[in-house]
């Protein structure tokens, strides 16, 4: 199995001490021409630490871009009414031409609930709220009719394509969501020997529903400092059964990070 290679963009931090905002022009740029196959952007209104608007931050890699995929790491559905979000996803697969990817995940409580609060959405009610989304959200985003939770119908246009949707969390609940609505999951630091449970736990999920298997996303798996031995860390995800790992990038020196990225990449 070939593994893709992704990386998040500099456009926000763990560590409110250390926040890392860099050019994303000049990273899109960079992932591209190191053959990366996807750039990501974090999404929150008010996380623990700094952070710029995913749309526009993906729309601006699209913009500077030919090839690689740009991608929601991960988009709060439930931050947003769903309508509006699908505008959001719709557009960016436009200008992108068909590119996006559209992680979605619940938010961290690490966080807190402020930002919630300051839209007039439920925190508590988010888990739901983005399983009404995912719901209406393909129909939304091709320009079809579409009826809301609250039973007004819209339609938008133009329609777009769809893009492939990834459900992030560790809770079973996430797991489940992803099998109902999703093509692949998403976990954080998922070693790969953890790998073959969740696989045969989502194809177990995923009939189910009646649907295809997921595929697996790692997001900041933990890698050696050496390019050789953390490209057989990475061959070693890819035969346990993960599709892709996403690469974070640690400190204001985001570029270091972006060419020891391009550097694992070639050796796979």
Do not use: C
């Not at 990386?7 to 926040?19: E, F, K, M, V, Y």
């Not at 991608?71 to 769903?82: F, N, T, W």
């Not at 509006?84 to 557009?91: L, P, R």
């Not at 508590?124 to 939304?140: H, I, K, Q, S, Y």
């Amino acid at each position: 199995m070939t593994l893709e290679v992704g990386i998040i963009l500099p456009t926000s931090t763990p560590d409110p001490a250390r926040p890392i905002l860099g050019d994303v022009r000049a990273a899109a740029r960079l992932a591209e021409q190191g053959g990366l196959d996807s750039v990501w952007s974090t999404d929150h209104l008010a996380a623990s630490g700094p952070m710029l608007d995913s749309a526009v931050v993906l729309a601006t890699a699209a913009a500077v871009t030919d090839r690689i995929r740009i991608g929601y790491g991960v988009m709060l559905l439930a931050l947003r009414p769903a309508a509006w979000a699908a505008k959001q996803i719709a557009t960016l697969q436009y200008v992108s031409g068909d590119r996006l990817i559209l992680g979605v995940g619940t938010g961290n409580p690490v966080h807190g609930d402020a930002a919630w609060r300051a839209v007039g959405a439920s925190f508590a009610e988010r888990g739901r709220r983005t399983d009404e989304a995912l719901r209406v959200l393909p129909d939304l985003v091709a320009g079809r009719p579409t009826v809301l939770q609250d039973g007004t119908e819209i339609t938008l246009a133009p329609g777009a394509t769809m893009p492939p949707v990834l459900v992030a969390g560790d809770a079973p609940a996430a797991r489940r969501r992803a099998a109902a609505y999703a093509e692949g999951w998403v976990a954080i630091g998922l070693e790969p020997s953890r790998i073959g449970a969740h696989v045969t736990e989502l194809a177990a999920l995923a009939e189910e529903y009646d649907r295809p298997p997921l595929t697996v996303t790692v997001v900041a798996p933990t890698l050696a400092t050496d390019p050789g031995r953390a490209a057989e860390q990475l061959n070693a995800y890819a035969e346990a059964g993960a599709a892709r790992v996403v690469l974070a990038v640690s400190g204001p020196e985001w570029q270091a990070g972006y060419e020891f990225a391009a550097k694992i990449k070639a050796q796979l």
